[in-house]
Each structure stands twice: as C-alpha cells, then as structure tokens.
C-alpha cells in the first residue's frame, strides 16, 4: 500500500495533531466514531481537519459503517471509540470484519499509561480482548510512535488477507508533545502476504481442469476483496465451468448468465448443491470451506479432486484437503490460469452442465405462496430488486430476510452487496448501508432488514437523518426472529419459545421512522408494494423507511438441516429433489 508522503520535516505538536495528520496522509476521508474521555484529545484537532467525522449514536454503528464504508469502495473503513465501554462497543463489529475479511481501522483511547492495569475508570484490556478477532492490534504509549502504528495498521487491514487492525493510545500520549515527521515508510518484519501465486501450481490447476469432466469454479469473498469479476468472467467464457457463489461473492458473477448455479449451502439452490456434490473437480477460489456451505463435513464432494487458491495459506486445507493448494491472490491466479488453460484441450462439458441446467430448471428457489391476504416476503425484495437501478447497493440484515434477498435480489455486479457471513451479525444492516452511502453517495442504497435485527441498530437512523446520508431501509416485519421460529417450527415441534416480538404495531415503525428524521411508509397488501417502493425511490432527501407487513411462517427453502448432508438438502418439509431422475 502506498501512502503519500506528508513532509520530510519534523513538526513539534502534540500526539493527536500526530494522530489526525497521520490519517490524514494515510488518506483517510471519514471517521465513525464517538468522543469520550480517553479519545477527547484527539477530538480537538479532529476539529480543524480535512477528515469527516460523523458521530453515531453507538458504537457497534461505527464499526459496521466502517465496514459497509470500506465494502461498497475497496477502501480502509476507519472507526473510533473512547477507553472501556466505548471500545468494548466496537467489539462486534470488530469479529464480524475479522470473520468476512473487511478491512477496516479502529482507533480506541486508553486511560493513561501509568493507570493501565490499575482497573482505572473506564479501563479495559481492548488489546487483549480483541486479540482473537484482529488481524494485529497496537497498544501506543510513546506519541512519537502513533504514525508508525497508523501506518502500519493501515498496511496491515488492507493489505493479503483484508481483516480489522486496532490502534489502542493511552490518553497521555495523545496529550504529549512530539517531534512528529511522515515517512509512509513501514517496516514489518516478517509480515510477507503471498500475492503472486506458484506458476508450477498454476500449471497443473490447468491440468486438472483439462482433465475433469464435471469440474465447477466455487468462488466466495476473496475474489470479492481481489476485484476479480472481470478476470472470472474471462474465465468461465474461456472454459465454459458452470460457477457457484458462496453468500460474501453474490455479484461476482452475473446470476443472469446460465452458467451462474447460484448459491450453494445451508439455503442455497438446489442446482449449486448439485453441482458440489456431483463434481469431479471442486476449484474453490477465495473461499474457505465454511460449515454453512460443507453441511456434513465427511459427505461432502464426495467424488471431487480440490484445487483450494486463497491468499491465506491457514485456509488451504483447514476443513478440507485440498489435492493442489495454490497460495496467492485470487486475481492474480485466475489471470494466470487463463494464461495457462490457452494450451490445453478441454474436455465436452455439455452433459455435465446440461444436468445442473435441468436441476435450475426444475428446482428454482421457493418464491413463496401468493395470497391476497398476505404479503410474501420474497416477493417483497424481489420487487425491490426489480425497480431498483442496476447500479444500487443493497445491505441486510441477518436471518430469513438475507436468504431471501441472496436468492431473490438481481446481483449482477460485483461491490453492490453487503452483508454478515461468517458472524451472522444482527444489526449490522442499517449501520452498514449507511457506511456504503457515505462511501457512494451517488448510489442508490437499500437496506433489507428483519424487524428483529432493524430493533438493535436503528437508532443510526438518526446519524442519517442528521448527516444527510440517505439510505432506505425496508423492514421485512414477520412480527418475529424468523430464523429462529423455523427451526422451533420444523425442529422443535412449533413450541415458539421467546421468538414473538409482536412488531405488529409496537413499536410503530412508521412514527418511529417519522420521530427519528425518516419518512416512514407501511405496505400490508401486495396492491401496496411497488407504491411505497416507488414513492421510496422517488425520496433522495432523506432517509426513508418502509415496514412491509409479511406473512408469519414464511420459511426459507431449499434447507440442509445443520450438521447433515448437502445431499439431504430439502425443498420444502419432507420434500427432497429427485436426484437421479436424470443421469449424468
């Protein structure tokens, strides 16, 4: 990563003017964060200073704007919070990039450094705590080490394997004065990510491609965080290898293209399931194998030979044994095995995706049931997909409404879907489709969220509201956690213990909406949706919220139930596809 060069002179000032001018050079544009005691210091020249801040309203906000911030434009997301409880809030949001491999820089205070240990008011062991779910973490109590650590933090996030990095200052640093002097020179020893993978591995990829007869791409976010749409299109057209995207790559290739099996997994379609366990050649690129994918660990690609490219070499062979593990950056190694594959002869591939044509065609994702009484909640986002641009970024939550919006949503191109993989985060929707609007501010961005996960973040509606950050955000309200009430419902024997929220009208999410700067709109009748859609595309002046009134025990099909096979997969209730009804 390359930062600009600030100046070669050394400049008295004290160790927040170090902070902010550092982030300064480092490029940064905005900060979400919250003053407290330990980070008041750098508040002050934070005043004076280029960067924006938007102050949220709690901290978890402030870490899933980063994130949605650095998503939606490939940039760091920076984040900041005060001592204890103020980091402590940053926690989630934290985990959750560390788990979906977002590069994003939290800045925390800490009580000065003679207090560290002493359980000093509003102390907390940040470092410590969030040593598991950081890329690497700083504690700086020298001010005149705080624009090598900023540095260095942005190098880190950024840089092989994207993830969270937390700069931790105690108060009294922040306060000192310092001899401050800009270099964006960074020194890791022994941080060295492989990004340009073995060309002998590259080379017998290619070999074993040209071998396969049933050979399928598996590409999840790594390809997402290389940018590497247009090198896989290039490749699929080369190759004709049907293609399935995990949940963190949905837009990395067309969903419109025949070629695109969809989603694969715990809710995926029937044809990419298909497709995994009936392959002889299983080529994961930028994907790591997750349990929501595998299902029944020993069951799963039976037949398959696995080529595993990620840059994380911790990755490669993890869950899954990989036959030739290729270590680099997925760009780069699909333009290289396009290279490579120029000199080999193919085998005929239309049996192959003939079948898993046949298994799309007969087996589409559940669409739900039309009734007049009720609205459906794929039809709902499905709707919002439709009248939509092509350009707009969509964020959700997590449970029911995020399955339904990964199946029924147009992605068609890559950088315009966020949303919580690997920590299944709820209330990550709102504050994350802000970052992206702040990000993009020219995009149009929805927010897909469930009344359940809406109810813990949606006070940052009022950052919106306040910032002129004009997100809509469409509550998909099935009055319950609706996730979690199908599996009491298909598991459980229907005892619904504790998952009624009884969002019918309380709250009110229109007057709550309306209280907190938004336009509040509702839709109970399908005659009403693409009104209140329209009306919301229509609003670009603030923040709009729409609570789509859905029916109760819709359920998200198809389903593998956890720890059992991907081929147990069912299509409804005690309903499976017919597997062998075509042979290969």
């Given at each position: 990563?390359?930062?600009?060069?600030?100046?070669d002179?050394?400049?008295?000032?004290?160790?927040a003017?170090a902070?902010?001018?550092?982030?300064?050079?480092v490029?940064?544009?905005?900060?979400f964060?919250i003053?407290?005691?330990?980070i008041?210091?750098a508040?002050?020249p934070?005043?004076?200073?280029?960067?924006?801040?938007?102050?949220v309203?709690?901290?978890q906000?402030?870490a899933?704007a980063?994130?949605?911030?650095a998503?939606?434009?490939?940039?760091?997301?920076v984040c900041m919070?005060t001592?204890g409880?103020?980091?402590?809030n940053?926690?989630?949001g934290?985990?959750d990039a560390?788990?979906?491999?977002?590069?994003?820089?939290a800045?925390t205070?800490q009580?000065n450094?003679?207090?560290?240990?002493?359980?000093a008011?509003?102390?907390?062991?940040i470092?410590?705590?969030t040593?598991?779910?950081t890329?690497?973490n700083?504690?700086?109590t020298?001010p005149a080490?705080?624009?090598?650590?900023?540095?260095?933090?942005?190098e880190?996030?950024g840089?092989?394997?994207?993830?969270?990095v937390l700069?931790?200052?105690s108060?009294?640093?922040?306060?000192?004065?310092?001899?401050?002097?800009?270099?964006?020179?960074?020194d890791?020893?022994?941080?060295?990510?492989?990004?340009?993978?073995?060309?002998?591995?590259?080379?017998?990829?290619?070999k074993?491609i040209?071998?396969?007869?049933?050979?399928?791409f598996?590409?999840?976010g790594?390809?997402?965080?290389?940018?590497?749409?247009?090198?896989l299109a290039?490749?699929?057209?080369?190759?004709?290898?049907?293609?399935?995207?995990?949940l963190?790559?949905?837009?990395?290739?067309?969903?419109?293209?025949?070629l695109n099996?969809?989603?694969p997994?715990?809710?995926g379609?029937v044809a990419?399931?298909?497709a995994l366990?009936r392959?002889?050649?299983?080529i994961?690129?930028?994907?790591?194998?997750d349990?929501?994918?595998?299902?029944q660990?020993?069951?799963f690609?039976?037949e398959?030979k696995?080529i595993h490219?990620?840059?994380?070499?911790?990755?490669?062979?993890?869950n899954?044994?990989a036959?030739?593990?290729?270590?680099?950056?997925?760009?780069?190694m699909?333009?290289?095995?396009?290279r490579e594959l120029?000199?080999?002869?193919l085998k005929?591939?239309?049996?192959?995706?003939s079948?898993l044509a046949?298994?799309k065609e007969?087996?589409?994702?559940?669409?739900?049931?039309?009734?007049d009484?009720?609205?459906?909640?794929?039809?709902?986002?499905?709707?919002i997909?439709e009248l939509?641009?092509?350009?707009t970024?969509?964020a959700?939550?997590?449970g029911?409404?995020?399955m339904w919006?990964?199946h029924?949503l147009?992605h068609?191109?890559?950088?315009?879907?966020?949303?919580?993989g690997g920590?299944?985060?709820?209330?990550?929707?709102?504050?994350?489709?802000m970052?992206?609007?702040?990000?993009?501010?020219d995009?149009?961005?929805?927010?897909?969220?469930?009344d359940?996960?809406?109810?813990?973040?949606?006070?940052?509606?009022?950052?919106?509201?306040l910032?002129?950050i004009p997100?809509?955000?469409?509550?998909i309200?099935?009055?319950?956690?609706g996730?979690?009430?199908q599996?009491?419902t298909l598991?459980?024997?229907?005892?619904h213990?504790n998952t009624?929220l009884?969002?019918?009208?309380?709250?009110d999410?229109?007057?709550?909406?309306e209280?907190?700067g938004?336009v509040g709109?509702?839709a109970e009748?399908?005659?009403?949706?693409d009104?209140?859609?329209?009306?919301a595309l229509?609003i670009n002046?603030?923040?709009v919220v729409?609570?789509?009134v859905?029916h109760?025990?819709?359920?998200?099909?198809?389903?593998?139930?956890?720890?059992?096979?991907?081929?147990d997969?069912?299509?409804?209730k005690?309903?499976?596809?017919?597997?062998?009804e075509?042979?290969?």
């Amino acid at each position: 990563m390359t930062h600009t060069v600030l100046s070669d002179s050394k400049q008295t000032m004290t160790g927040a003017q170090a902070l902010v001018a550092s982030l300064e050079a480092v490029g940064v544009e905005v900060i979400f964060g919250i003053p407290g005691g330990a980070i008041l210091p750098a508040y002050d020249p934070l005043f004076d200073s280029k960067v924006r801040h938007i102050l949220v309203r709690h901290e978890q906000g402030a870490a899933h704007a980063a994130e949605g911030y650095a998503v939606a434009t490939g940039k760091v997301g920076v984040c900041m919070a005060t001592s204890g409880p103020g980091a402590t809030n940053l926690v989630t949001g934290l985990a959750d990039a560390y788990m979906d491999s977002v590069p994003i820089v939290a800045i925390t205070g800490q009580v000065n450094s003679a207090a560290i240990g002493t359980d000093a008011f509003q102390e907390a062991d940040i470092r410590g705590i969030t040593f598991p779910i950081t890329k690497h973490n700083f504690l700086v109590t020298n001010p005149a080490e705080i624009p090598s650590a900023i540095a260095a933090a942005f190098e880190i996030a950024g840089t092989g394997r994207p993830g969270p990095v937390l700069v931790d200052i105690s108060k009294d640093a922040l306060s000192a004065m310092t001899q401050f002097e800009w270099t964006g020179e960074v020194d890791l020893p022994g941080y060295r990510p492989t990004v340009r993978p073995h060309t002998r591995q590259v080379q017998q990829a290619a070999k074993m491609i040209a071998d396969a007869s049933r050979p399928v791409f598996v590409i999840g976010g790594g390809v997402s965080k290389a940018d590497g749409g247009a090198e896989l299109a290039h490749l699929v057209e080369q190759t004709g290898i049907p293609v399935v995207t995990t949940l963190m790559a949905r837009g990395m290739f067309p969903d419109a293209h025949p070629l695109n099996m969809g989603m694969p997994g715990m809710h995926g379609t029937v044809a990419a399931v298909g497709a995994l366990q009936r392959c002889d050649l299983f080529i994961a690129i930028g994907m790591r194998f997750d349990d929501r994918v595998t299902g029944q660990l020993s069951t799963f690609a039976p037949e398959a030979k696995v080529i595993h490219c990620d840059i994380d070499p911790a990755e490669i062979g993890k869950n899954r044994e990989a036959d030739l593990p290729i270590v680099g950056d997925a760009k780069l190694m699909m333009a290289q095995l396009a290279r490579e594959l120029e000199g080999e002869t193919l085998k005929d591939l239309a049996p192959w995706t003939s079948y898993l044509a046949s298994l799309k065609e007969r087996y589409p994702t559940d669409p739900g049931d039309p009734t007049d009484d009720y609205l459906q909640p794929q039809e709902v986002i499905k709707r919002i997909g439709e009248l939509s641009g092509p350009d707009t970024i969509f964020a959700t939550g997590v449970g029911q409404h995020q399955m339904w919006a990964a199946h029924f949503l147009p992605h068609q191109k890559p950088h315009t879907w966020l949303t919580s993989g690997g920590a299944g985060t709820m209330g990550y929707c709102v504050p994350a489709a802000m970052g992206a609007k702040v990000g993009k501010p020219d995009a149009v961005v929805w927010g897909i969220d469930g009344d359940g996960c809406f109810q813990m973040t949606n006070q940052e509606l009022v950052t919106c509201a306040l910032n002129d950050i004009p997100v809509k955000i469409a509550i998909i309200n099935n009055e319950s956690l609706g996730m979690v009430r199908q599996w009491q419902t298909l598991f459980y024997n229907g005892r619904h213990s504790n998952t009624d929220l009884h969002s019918w009208r309380i709250p009110d999410f229109v007057k709550l909406a309306e209280a907190m700067g938004c336009v509040g709109l509702r839709a109970e009748t399908p005659a009403e949706v693409d009104m209140v859609i329209k009306q919301a595309l229509e609003i670009n002046d603030r923040p709009v919220v729409i609570d789509f009134v859905v029916h109760k025990d819709a359920m998200v099909w198809p389903m593998v139930a956890a720890g059992t096979s991907n081929s147990d997969i069912k299509i409804a209730k005690d309903l499976a596809p017919a597997w062998d009804e075509e042979e290969l």
